[in-house]
C-alpha cells in the first residue's frame, strides 16, 4: 500500500532533504500528492529548484486537506505557523509528519498531541538524527548499560559565521539559535534521561561586525506571530541540564568558523561520541570487553543511511497500522518543554 502524502508550508531547510528521499527512491512506499505554500516568494524559489521538479502546487491547502487518497501531511513552513498547520491536517484526519522545533506554544502543542491522540492519528517528529545507526547503537548500549551509570551528556551543533544574515533573517522567535538547533542534542538527552530536574541558560549576544557598531546585533522585524524583533539576537548560547546523579550541556552559536556539531555520553563503564551527529560512525570507549566490543578505544561504523528516509518509513509503517514509532508523544512532549526551557521561554 503507497502512502500519499502532501506538504502545507515549503519555507524550512529540511524540506528539500524528504522530498529527495521520497522523489529518489530511497522510501519506495510513499509519494508526494502535491504541495501548498502561501509566500509566493518562497514558493517560486521551490518551483526553480530541481529537486521540486514535478511536484504539483495547490492553491490552497484546502485541496491537500480535503483529498480523501492523501493519508499524511508534511509540516514544513514557518515555526510560528506549525501548530495551526497540523491542527488543520489532524482535523482532516490526516497523519502528521512535523518539522521541529514543535512551534512556540507548549499548551498548544499538548492540546495538538492530545488531539491526535482522541483521533488515533500519528505525529511523528522530525528529529531524524534518532534514526540514524550511531544513536540507534547508543541508545541500546545504553539501555544494557554497557555504558554504566551516565554521568555526564555534552553536545555541541554550531552553524557558520558566514551564513550569519540568514539565521538572523530565519529564527525570529524566542530563544533564537538555541531554540532553532539544540532540540536536536536534547532528544537524545531526554530519551537517554528522562525529564531534567533543572535546566540553565545561558542566552549571549556575542558576534560584532563593522557595520552593526558597538553594541549587538539585533533581531529584524518581519512582521511574524510571536516574533522577538528589536532584541539582541542570541547567537551565542549554551544549557546546564540536572538530572538526579547526571549534568549535561549543550551549546550552539552562530559565529563558527568551521561549525563544530557532536554528541558525548559519559558512563561509569564506557564513553560514547558520535560526530558529528548525523553521520554513519561512532567512537566507542570500554573499560571491558563485552557485548561483542573490544576493551579500550574503537570506531564503530554504522550502515549507510540518508536523513528523513527512515523517519519517512515509520510513518507509512505506523499509517498501515504495522508499528508505531519508536519515540511517541510523551517524549516529544518532554523534548519540547526542555528546549523551551533551555532557550529561557519557560
Excluded at 492530545?114 to 492519528?121: F, S, T
Excluded at 551528556?153 to 539544540?182: N, Q, T
Excluded at 508499528?323 to 519540547?336: K, N, S
Amino acid at each position: 500500500m503507497t502512502i500519499r502524502l502532501g506538504i502545507l508550508g515549503a519555507a524550512h531547510s529540511h524540506l528539500s532533504g524528504k522530498v529527495q528521499a521520497i522523489t529518489s527512491g530511497q522510501v519506495e512506499e510513499v509519494e508526494l500528492a502535491g504541495a501548498w505554500e502561501s509566500d509566493p516568494a518562497i514558493r517560486a524559489r521551490r518551483e526553480a529548484d530541481p529537486i521540486y521538479a514535478g511536484l504539483r502546487w495547490v492553491p490552497r491547502a484546502e485541496d491537500l486537506l480535503a483529498d480523501d487518497s492523501i493519508q499524511g501531511i508534511v509540516i514544513d513552513g514557518e515555526v510560528w505557523q506549525f501548530l495551526d498547520h497540523t491542527r488543520q491536517a489532524l482535523l482532516a484526519g490526516k497523519h502528521v509528519y512535523l518539522e521541529k522545533p514543535a512551534g512556540l506554544s507548549l499548551a498548544v502543542y499538548r492540546e495538538v498531541l492530545d488531539l491526535a491522540a482522541a483521533r488515533r492519528l500519528v505525529v511523528l517528529m522530525a528529529y531524524h538524527f534518532r534514526n540514524s545507526p550511531p544513536f540507534q547503537l547508543l541508545f541500546r548500549l545504553a539501555g544494557e548499560r554497557v555504558l554504566g551509570d551516565i554521568f555526564a551528556v555534552r553536545g555541541r551543533i554550531g552553524k557558520p559565521k558566514a551564513h550569519y544574515d540568514r539565521w538572523l533573517e530565519s529564527m525570529p522567535y524566542p530563544g533564537h539559535i538555541m531554540f532553532e538547533m539544540c532540540g536536536h542534542l536534547i532528544d537524545p538527552m531526554v530519551a537517554l534521561l528522562g525529564r531534567p530536574q533543572r535546566v540553565t541558560p545561558f542566552l549571549r549576544s556575542d558576534y560584532r561586525r563593522p557595520q552593526s557598531g558597538e553594541g549587538p546585533i539585533l533581531l529584524p522585524a518581519r512582521n511574524l506571530p510571536g516574533e522577538d524583533a528589536g532584541r539582541p539576537f542570541i547567537d551565542n548560547s549554551l544549557a546546564v541540564f540536572e538530572w538526579e546523579r547526571t549534568m549535561g550541556v549543550v551549546e550552539s552559536a552562530g559565529m563558527e568558523v568551521c561549525a563544530t556539531r557532536r554528541f558525548e555520553v559519559l558512563g561509569t563503564r564506557g564513553t560514547f561520541v558520535v560526530e558529528p551527529p548525523g553521520g554513519t560512525q561512532a567512537r566507542l570507549c570500554l573499560e571491558e570487553a563485552t557485548a561483542g566490543f573490544q576493551q579500550g578505544w574503537q570506531v564503530v561504523d554504522g550502515s549507510p543511511w540518508t536523513a528523513f528516509a527512515q523517519d519517512l518509513r515509520d510513518l507509512a509503517a505506523a499509517i498501515r497500522g504495522e508499528r508505531m514509532p519508536q519515540f511517541g508523544p510523551d517524549h516529544d512532549f518532554v523534548v519540547q518543554e526542555t528546549l523551551l526551557r533551555a532557550a529561557g521561554a519557560r
